[in-house]
C-alpha cells in the first residue's frame, strides 16, 4: 500500500480544493456557427410544454469571470437534456477540461440540475491529471439567461477528495 | 484534515444505508401526456429487432411500495436507451431526488441494465445533501411489465460510503 | 465497521488492478446488421463538420488482443457522441460488463475522449461483483481507424480502490 499523499475532509464547509467558474452555452440558433459552442441533437417530444427530451451536446468555454469574452479558464464539454413537462429542469453529464499552465487534467459531473431551485448541487464523480481521482460536488447557480440563445450557469467546484 | 462524521463498510452484506425502492415509468404513447411520465427522444435504428438506440427520457416517480398511486419517496430524473440487437437490454443514467421531511439531497446513479437477468447491479457514483458523497451499489429487478406502455424496477440502493 | 478487504493506492503508477483491453466498434451503415455492433441514434446537427452531435449506441465486443476475432473478454455497453466542431472529439459514458471464468462483475466509466490527444484519461467511477466499489483510471489510445466503418481502442483500466 503506497499513499502518495491524500488529502480528504468530509466537512462540507472545508473542500480540500475549490473554484467558482462561469459556464456559457449559447445555442446553435440554425444559422449561427460561428458563435455557437452547442447544439439540439435531438427535438422536443410532445410531453408538456417544456421541450422534454431536447438533448443538446455542448463544448462550451468556461471562465472565471463573468465576462463570455474573458480567456477560458477550461472547456466543458458533454451534454444536458431537459425533462420535466410542468417546467424547465435538466440533466447534465460532463467533462470540464483544464488545459492550462495553472491546471491540466479533467473533472466529471454529472446530475440533476433542477433550474427553479436557487442553487442545486451535482456530483463530481471523478478526475484525471492535476484531480487524480477527485471526487466532490459541484453546485450550480443560474447567472442569465437570454432564452434559448445564451444562459449563464456560476459552478461551485468543490472537491473532498484530492490526491 | 477535519473528518465529521465517517461510515464506511466494505462488507456487500452490511451497507452504511439502504432504501427499498419501486420506480414506474409510464412512456408516452404519442398522446396520453397526463399520464405519461417519459417520452422517446430518439427513434430505434435499424440494427436488430429489440429498439437498439430508443433514448427515453424520465421524470419519474419512484414509491415504497409497489402501487404507483402511492405517495413518492423520490423523483427519478434521467434516461435510458436499448442497446442490444438480440434481446431487450438498456442503459442508464438518472438522479434520485428526494423532498421529503425524511430526506433532502439526491443519488447519481449509472450503469447497464442486463433486463434479461434476475437481478443487475449499478453504480451509485454520488450523493448531495442528506446524501452528501454517498457511494454504492443499486440493485434492479423488473417487478412489472405492460409491453412499452409501463414497467416497475424493484432498486435496491445500497450504501457503502456514508458521511 | 467492518471491512472485508481493502486495497488503496493513491500512486498513479501502482493501481491495485490493471489490465489493457481492445475496443472494438463496428458502426452501422444502414445495411450490415449482421456485423455492426453500434448504431447512430442521432443525425449530425449543422454545428462545424465533424458530426458534431452525432450520438451513437454501442454494444461492442473487448478482446485482450487486438484481433476483433479474437474471443471476447467483456462487452461494453453505452454511448459515445462527437462534441467538437473543429475536429473530431467525442464524450462516453459506458459499462464493461465481465462475465467469464475469470471475471463477472461491471466497471462504469465516463468522461472525456479527445481524439485528437495520443492517450487522455477517463474516470472509472464504480464497480459491481468482481469489480465492487471499485474507482480509478480508463486511459484510452486509438488503435486503428477506418472511417466511420470501423475504429479500435485500446482501453488500459487502472483501479485504485480495489475491494
Known amino acids: 500500500q503506497s499513499v502518495l499523499s491524500v488529502q480528504k475532509t468530509m466537512n462540507p464547509k472545508r473542500p480540500c480544493k475549490r473554484f467558482i467558474l462561469y ?58 437534456f431537459y425533462d420535466m413537462k410542468t417546467t424547465y429542469n435538466a440533466w447534465f453529464a460532463y467533462t470540464l477540461i483544464f488545459n492550462s499552465t495553472e491546471h491540466k487534467g479533467t473533472i466529471n459531473i454529472m ?11 451535482l456530483s463530481v464523480v471523478g478526475g484525471t491529471g ?10 450550480f447557480e443560474t447567472d442569465a439567461v ?5 444562459f449563464r ?6 472537491l473532498y477528495e484530492c490526491y
Chains 1, 2, 3 share one sequence.
Do not use: C, W
Open 23 to 80: 459556464y456559457h452555452d449559447i445555442l446553435l440558433n440554425g444559422t449561427d456557427t460561428s458563435n455557437a459552442t452547442s447544439a439540439a441533437a435531438t427535438t422536443p417530444t410532445k410531453l408538456g410544454d417544456f421541450v422534454f427530451g431536447l438533448l443538446v451536446v455542448f463544448d462550451d468555454p468556461v471562465t472565471k469571470n463573468q465576462n463570455p469574452q474573458s480567456p477560458p479558464a477550461a472547456q466543458a464539454q458533454g451534454f444536458y
Open 146 to 150: 437570454e432564452g434559448f440563445k445564451y
Open 130 to 139: 492535476d484531480f487524480f481521482m477527485a471526487r466532490g460536488i459541484a453546485t
Open 111 to 121: 446530475g440533476a440540475d433542477m433550474m427553479m431551485e436557487k442553487t442545486r448541487d
Open 153 to 158: 450557469l456560476k459552478m461551485d467546484i468543490k
